[in-house]
């Protein structure tokens, strides 16, 4: 069973900084891409960020510039460093991450940590 666990949530004051982290375990042959997704209350989950596992990202609009995703390869963990955070940035933040593992083929997520920025 493949098993992601989020880290480093929490709050903090609008233009602040925090960086999540997300631990992937479990009997893995091999991790495609890796990403990062917020739900706010009463929105529908979004993509905020992804790279491949080549390391190619893609962010959302609304983070460009401000986020920035990385991954070790070595370690199965993905971050997601957040600067010039805003009010609008507060959810429920998740991590996601398909590949292959001794049962086969996985697309799993994390519990979520909450993020929230105060103004």
């Known amino acids: 069973q493949v098993q992601l666990v989020e880290s480093g949530g929490g709050l903090v004051q609008a233009g602040g900084s925090l960086r999540l982290s997300c631990a992937v375990s479990?009997?893995?042959?091999?991790?495609?891409?890796m990403g990062w997704y917020r739900q706010a209350p009463g929105k529908q989950r979004e993509l905020v960020a992804r790279i491949a596992s080549g390391g190619t990202t893609n962010y959302a609009d609304s983070v460009k510039g401000r986020f920035t995703i990385s991954r070790d390869n070595a370690k199965n963990r993905v971050y997601l460093q957040m600067n010039g955070l805003k009010v609008e940035d507060t959810a429920v933040y998740y991590c996601n991450t398909d590949g292959v593992g001794v049962r086969g083929y996985f697309d799993s997520w994390g519990q979520g940590t909450q993020v929230t920025v105060s103004s």
């Open positions: 479990g009997s893995i042959f091999s991790i495609n891409a």
